[in-house]
């Protein structure tokens, strides 16, 4: 048998080294499933996506998109366009004829990317905001010739839910949590009122929490992140729930679900309120 040369012995030894000292992959971890009866299956990290490509999403309106007045049913719209100035402490924000961020608030709505970008080219308003009339209206204060989301129909869309479950149907399909347990996917929600998206802690100490909404103050008419204190949004009323089909990240805090870009663009509200009036 011939002997190997040093030089090959040399080598082997350099690469049995390279491989003991290559760091082992961590595994992610396992997730445990929602309930299987659930009307959806989703993940926080799913449902966080979801909730941030409606804030991001990108679209061009026009001045055809713009209504302040009645539909062709005689359903009051206006739209969140910048000539939005009543009541001035809820402006309306988008510009006709260049891009905006964001799909705009609507009453009653419930659509996605795609159908907000159809119903767009195709000329109805971008949005419909909310007024105590809407709410003593309710349904029937749902105009037809309007596209986007208000904050039930965003919530569920962000837990990939099959059709629109209002604040009011949202327990049924949840269980209550104490707020201490709150994780990124679970909701706080005021029936009859508002819902929003938890998206983790805020702060080490649990004080302020992240959390995705449309129809919430300062920024009424758009989605987006935004962080407040706890104790002022249990104050108001919201309670914690946890969705049935939403599965288990074994992740307490916001930072890891959060990518660093996204929480640069965080609304800090100090004093949050009960959304849409």
């Not at 000329?123 to 105009?143: C, F, I, M």
């Not at 029936?191 to 129809?215: F, K, M, N």
Request: aromatic share 8%.
């Amino acid at each position: 048998m011939r002997k190997a040369s040093p030089a090959l012995l040399f080598l082997g030894l350099v690469l049995l080294a390279a491989s003991c000292s290559t760091p082992q992959r961590r595994k992610s971890p396992e997730l445990i499933p929602g309930e299987v009866d659930a009307l959806s299956q989703v993940t926080p990290t799913e449902a966080l996506a979801i909730a941030d490509r409606y804030a991001r999403h990108a679209w061009r309106p026009f001045a055809r998109n713009i209504l302040h007045g009645p539909d062709v049913s005689g359903v009051l719209v206006h739209t969140p366009d910048v000539s939005l100035k009543d009541p001035p402490e809820r402006p309306g924000w988008w510009v006709p004829g260049e891009m905006n961020l964001g799909i705009p608030y609507k009453w009653g709505g419930f659509d996605d990317p795609a159908s907000f970008d159809r119903a767009i080219s195709e000329g109805l308003a971008a949005g419909d905001v909310s007024s105590p009339a809407k709410r003593r209206a309710d349904n029937a204060g749902v105009s037809q010739q309007a596209t986007g989301v208000d904050c039930s129909g965003y919530i569920s869309r962000c837990l990939k839910l099959p059709s629109v479950l209002d604040t009011s149907q949202l327990p049924s399909v949840c269980r209550p949590i104490e707020a201490r347990d709150l994780r990124p996917g679970d909701l706080l929600n005021i029936p009859r009122g508002h819902v929003v998206l938890c998206a983790g802690w805020a702060r080490p100490d649990q004080s302020w929490i992240y959390y995705y909404e449309t129809g919430g103050g300062p920024d009424y008419w758009r989605p987006g992140l935004k962080e407040a204190p706890l104790n002022a949004m249990l104050e108001l009323g919201y309670q914690p729930l946890r969705y049935r089909g939403m599965a288990y990240e074994p992740t307490t805090s916001g930072k890891e679900v959060l990518t660093r870009s996204i929480r640069s663009a965080v609304l800090s509200v100090p004093h949050p309120t009960v959304g849409e009036p």
